[in-house]
């Protein structure tokens, strides 16, 4: 009986025993282990040592070198856990997501998910509260995807304006690229532009702050102020010469006609047209305040023609025009250039409306082509007047014209010889030549230069003529202010094989000039007028012939009248 009831018990044990052990896992560590018990912290347990997994009841055995006969490995443990399962505590509770609650709870556990980025708090990975992301629970800075950035002043991952220049179109910069407040601005940020509509003004690109990052825009007509612009050229400007005054504004609307007062007591009358210039010639010399106006003319009664009117100046602008008496100053020297030392003349030639005594200033060699006495001598040096001076020479308050002096150039080389004339209120005028001085051979009047080649055929006789009337400059005659002369080419040339092409240009002795062959000009003011001619032929042979021109103004004719009848 005492055997039958032994056996029974063994029996009854196995029974118990062998399900129990059925569901046990085996494990090598504890990141492995999962008793499958969401309310335990799993320990991989019960760890003996092995030489090889025979050692281990079908468990695996950690020995790096198996089977060698020295076990230096452990056998594998059962997944335990090392609290009591369901003990309601929540610092042993583990369900397994951390983005959860992880409140454990009898004979259950809590499994709450959060999604990324809201709020989670679990007690056994960290006791704060922290953001979700890819299942963990973050309490410092987050872990972003690619194309977000984490923001600290907001613990949030964002997704910015813009990632690089390319986000913001062909205008625009991506600033502070990669950070929180990455946003498109304008690359080219209060630069002028135009937005295509004419009523506006001041267009300018300005930052739209997306994607394109630029946009331009002008100040609606609404919002503009009115206000003009006046300017003259040329001006300085000589008496009885022609200046166009224009007139700008910086809006087309809030007005609708235009006036500019020339300072002499004469106007331009209103005029409709926007952005426009008038013509003006001023009779004597003197300065002048030239103001423009921007007018809001109103008819209050029109019967065949405006009968009273009205005019509100809406805005004005000043600005000055300089009228002076015009001066020119031409310079030659004779001989122009030769052998060393060389002893030549130079001849300065005035002309132009100023009168009154001259203030010559030579410089032996000056290349400078300022009109200003002070900046030539901070340039050049100071002809004092001093006979023997090395810079040049000068002579203030004379009559001379021309005036002539005369110097020796003792080394080889290339100068240049330069003048400057001053005479009453007139702007200075200033001419230059160059003079090569080379170096004398024994017994020959011949220069060896590599670059000498015996000319094909003789250089072109330049030869002119000029006529008004029956006026002619050869020989001399006197001619008329405002009326036409005619210039005729009389050269002779010699190049009939040349393959290139023929080319002239007159200077007129006024400051203007012409490049065809037989040109007109129309002189406006008194003056003796070195007129040149200068004539390149087909293989640029040049050659030129000046001729002086006497200006005056016309002689008024007298006649008598016999009365019809007498008293």
């Known amino acids: 009986m005492l055997k039958c009831l032994y056996i029974f ?46 050692d281990c009841d079908g468990r695996a055995c950690s020995d790096p070198s198996p089977n060698d006969g020295f076990p230096e490995g452990f056998c594998t443990g059962f997944c335990e856990n090392n609290a009591g399962p369901m003990d309601g505590k929540q610092d042993s509770c583990s369900d397994g997501n951390v983005c959860s609650g992880g409140q454990c709870i009898v004979n259950d556990c809590s499994n709450t998910p959060a999604n990324d980025g809201q709020p989670c708090q679990d007690a056994n990975v960290n006791p704060q509260s922290g953001v979700c992301q890819a299942g963990e629970c973050f309490v410092d800075e987050l872990i972003c995807p690619s194309d977000q950035t984490y923001c600290a002043d907001i613990d949030q991952c964002i997704t910015p304006v813009c990632n690089s220049d390319v986000d913001c179109g062909t205008d625009g910069v991506c600033q502070n690229a990669g950070q929180c407040d990455a946003t498109c601005v304008c690359g080219i940020e209060g630069q002028e532009c135009d937005d295509g509509d004419p009523n506006t003004t001041d267009d300018v690109w300005s930052s739209t702050g997306g994607s394109p990052a630029c946009s331009c825009s002008g100040t609606p007509p609404g919002e503009q102020e009115l206000t003009c612009t006046i300017s003259a050229s040329p001006n300085p400007v000589t008496a009885n010469t022609n200046t166009l005054i224009t007139l700008t504004e910086s809006a087309l609307t809030g007005h609708n006609k235009h006036k500019i007062l020339y300072g002499d007591g004469a106007d331009s009358g209103l005029y409709d047209a926007h952005n426009s210039s008038q013509t003006h010639a001023y009779a004597s010399n003197g300065n002048y305040t030239t103001t423009g106006q921007l007018v809001n003319y109103t008819c209050g009664f029109y019967f065949f023609g405006c009968l009273w009117y009205n005019e509100t100046v809406e805005a004005t602008c000043t600005n000055s025009v300089t009228v002076a008496p015009s001066l020119f100053v031409s310079l030659s020297a004779n001989p122009s250039g030769g052998d060393a030392p060389l002893s030549t003349i130079l001849s300065a030639d005035v002309s132009g409306s100023a009168t009154g005594t001259i203030n010559y200033t030579f410089w032996w060699n000056c290349s400078s082509d300022t009109t200003s006495v002070a900046t030539a001598i901070s340039s050049c040096g100071d002809p004092d007047g001093t006979s023997g001076n090395s810079n040049g020479i000068k002579f203030d308050g004379v009559n001379d014209d021309p005036k002539t002096v005369s110097h020796t150039y003792a080394a080889v080389g290339t100068y240049t010889a330069k003048v400057i004339a001053e005479r009453d209120v007139a702007a200075p005028a200033e001419e230059r030549v160059s003079i090569p001085v080379t170096e004398a051979s024994e017994g020959s009047d011949w220069v060896n230069s590599p670059s000498w080649k015996t000319p094909i055929h003789p250089y072109p006789q330049v030869d002119f003529n000029c006529s008004q009337d029956f006026n002619t400059c050869n020989p001399p005659s006197i001619f008329k202010t405002n009326k036409q002369i005619n210039f005729a080419d009389l050269t002779i040339f010699y190049d009939d094989k040349g393959k290139g092409q023929r080319d002239w240009l007159w200077n007129f002795g006024d400051g203007t000039s012409s490049i065809i062959q037989n040109p007109t000009k129309t002189y406006t003011a008194e003056n003796i007028y070195n007129v040149t001619e200068t004539v390149t032929d087909k293989d640029g042979y040049t050659c030129s012939l000046t001729r002086p021109l006497n200006v005056q103004r016309p002689i008024p004719i007298w006649k008598e009248v016999i009365p019809l009848f007498s008293p």
């Not at 494990?27 to 008793?35: A, F, I, K, L, V």
């Open 9 to 54: 018990s063994i029996i009854f044990i196995v029974f118990l025993v062998l399900p129990f052990q059925a569901e046990a896992t085996y494990c090598t560590s504890n990141d492995d282990c999962n008793d499958n018990n969401g309310c335990t912290l799993d320990t991989c347990e019960g760890q003996t040592a092995c030489d090889s997994d025979a």
